[in-house]
């Protein structure tokens, strides 16, 4: 079975258009990760993996390789291949393998989007040495912070995350980006955004040194309903701290709203392409148009027949409506 290989847009000013490479298999498990994050847009994880050897679905090189080049030419105007989308990508022990084979097929930079969990193990950060960008998520700097927004699988420790990030730092190999999730809350619950946290995140991401730091909070519907979106005027005031302490080079602010360029794309078919695109990310239902390029006369069916279908579900959220893959 092959592994998706799904092209859409990231969220980020920083890599344009990409295609993303999903490094577990359709049908195998909703979700592979390690951390059970609040915000995250998938949902919950029904099962979370304390190892790589216990992820289920992997793909193997030879599957991404060639679904690598079975998929690419049928996207123009790409910036970046990416592994990210419905699990942790480093929990794939044959990560360093593929994006050095990638290479020999594609002139694209390659990027790896992770939450940072196994930063700390040395053979992850070999794993990572070759990529061209690392864009990895840090949301606070005091553990306890971290693990009520994170909620990481037992075991795992911000200590060796944040030293993992600054080892990775000092290797010769990708510039390192760090995304910090901002959040709020509709209830008493630990937040990032206080300026005890902001003050400590400054610290550690000092320690760290990265090439650029992304400041950004939620947009699709989190796992949490009581998480909600950190206003644009508090965001401001923090990326404006930010500026001060490592340049307005190095700091990137995404706020809602923000255009992308459209690409061209050959579809074979729409219906996986449509599903593949919800399911790596909840979209509504100009984003599954605008992502895809495709008319919304023609869009109205499938989306129809997969809600019919069971395969995706509508989720209402103060942005507009959702829709999610079951």
Same mark, same amino acid.
């Given at each position: 079975?092959?592994?998706? /290989?799904?092209?859409?847009?990231?969220?980020?000013?920083?890599?344009?258009?990409?295609?993303?490479?999903?490094?577990? $298999?359709?049908?195998?498990?909703?979700?592979?990760?390690?951390?059970?994050?609040?915000?995250?847009?998938?949902?919950?994880?029904?099962?979370?993996?304390?190892?790589?050897?216990d992820?289920?679905?992997?793909?193997?090189?030879?599957?991404?390789?060639?679904?690598?080049?079975?998929?690419?030419?049928?996207?123009?105007?790409?910036?970046?291949?990416?592994?990210?989308?419905?699990?942790?990508?480093?929990?794939?022990?044959?990560?360093?393998?593929?994006?050095?084979?990638?290479?020999? /097929?594609?002139?694209?930079?390659?990027?790896?989007?992770?939450?940072?969990?196994?930063?700390?193990?040395? $053979?992850?950060?070999?794993?990572?040495?070759?990529?061209?960008?690392?864009?990895?998520?840090?949301?606070?700097?005091?553990?306890?912070?971290?693990?009520?927004?994170?909620?990481?699988?037992?075991? =795992?420790?911000?200590?060796?995350?944040?030293?993992?990030?600054?080892?990775l730092?000092?290797?010769?190999?990708?510039?390192?980006?760090?995304?910090?999730?901002?959040?709020?809350?509709?209830?008493?619950?630990?937040?990032?955004?206080?300026?005890?946290? #902001?003050?400590?995140? =400054?610290?550690?991401?000092?320690? #760290?040194?990265?090439?650029?730091?992304?400041?950004?909070?939620?947009?699709?519907?989190?796992?949490?309903?009581?998480?909600?979106?950190?206003?644009?005027?508090?965001?401001?005031?923090?990326?404006?701290?930010?500026?001060?302490?490592?340049?307005?080079?190095r700091?990137?602010?995404?706020?809602?709203?923000?255009?992308?360029?459209?690409?061209? /794309?050959?579809?074979?078919?729409?219906?996986?392409?449509?599903?593949?695109?919800?399911?790596?990310?909840?979209?509504?239902?100009?984003?599954?148009s605008s992502s895809?390029? =495709?008319?919304?006369?023609?869009?109205?069916? =499938?989306?129809?027949?997969?809600?019919?279908?069971?395969?995706?579900?509508?989720?209402?959220?103060?942005?507009?409506?959702?829709y999610?893959?079951?």
């Amino acid at each position: 079975m092959k592994p998706r /290989i799904i092209y859409g847009p990231i969220l980020s000013r920083r890599l344009g258009r990409s295609l993303g490479i999903d490094v577990i $298999k359709r049908g195998e498990t909703k979700k592979n990760c390690n951390f059970d994050c609040v915000y995250c847009q998938l949902g919950h994880v029904d099962k979370m993996v304390s190892r790589p050897e216990d992820a289920k679905g992997i793909v193997t090189t030879e599957e991404v390789v060639e679904g690598l080049k079975n998929y690419h030419r049928k996207v123009e105007d790409l910036d970046y291949i990416t592994f990210s989308g419905t699990c942790e990508p480093t929990l794939n022990l044959n990560l360093g393998e593929m994006i050095r084979e990638i290479k020999n /097929i594609s002139d694209l930079p390659v990027c790896v989007i992770t939450n940072s969990s196994l930063m700390g193990e040395e $053979k992850v950060r070999d794993n990572l040495k070759n990529a061209d960008l690392v864009v990895a998520t840090l949301v606070s700097g005091n553990e306890k912070t971290f693990k009520a927004i994170n909620r990481p699988v037992e075991g =795992i420790k911000l200590e060796e995350i944040i030293e993992g990030l600054k080892a990775l730092k000092k290797l010769d190999g990708p510039k390192l980006a760090i995304e910090v999730m901002f959040i709020g809350s509709s209830k008493e619950y630990p937040v990032n955004t206080t300026d005890e946290e #902001i003050d400590k995140l =400054i610290e550690v991401l000092t320690a #760290i040194d990265p090439d650029e730091i992304e400041v950004l909070t939620t947009s699709r519907p989190p796992a949490e309903d009581f998480i909600v979106p950190v206003p644009d005027s508090r965001l401001k005031e923090i990326a404006q701290k930010f500026d001060e302490s490592f340049g307005r080079h190095r700091v990137r602010l995404v706020l809602k709203g923000l255009k992308r360029k459209r690409s061209s /794309i050959q579809h074979e078919n729409l219906v996986d392409e449509v599903y593949d695109l919800i399911l790596r990310r909840p979209c509504t239902f100009k984003q599954t148009s605008s992502s895809l390029d =495709i008319d919304e006369t023609d869009l109205l069916p =499938i989306i129809g027949n997969l809600l019919a279908e069971g395969r995706i579900i509508e989720i209402e959220s103060k942005n507009g409506k959702y829709y999610r893959a079951t």
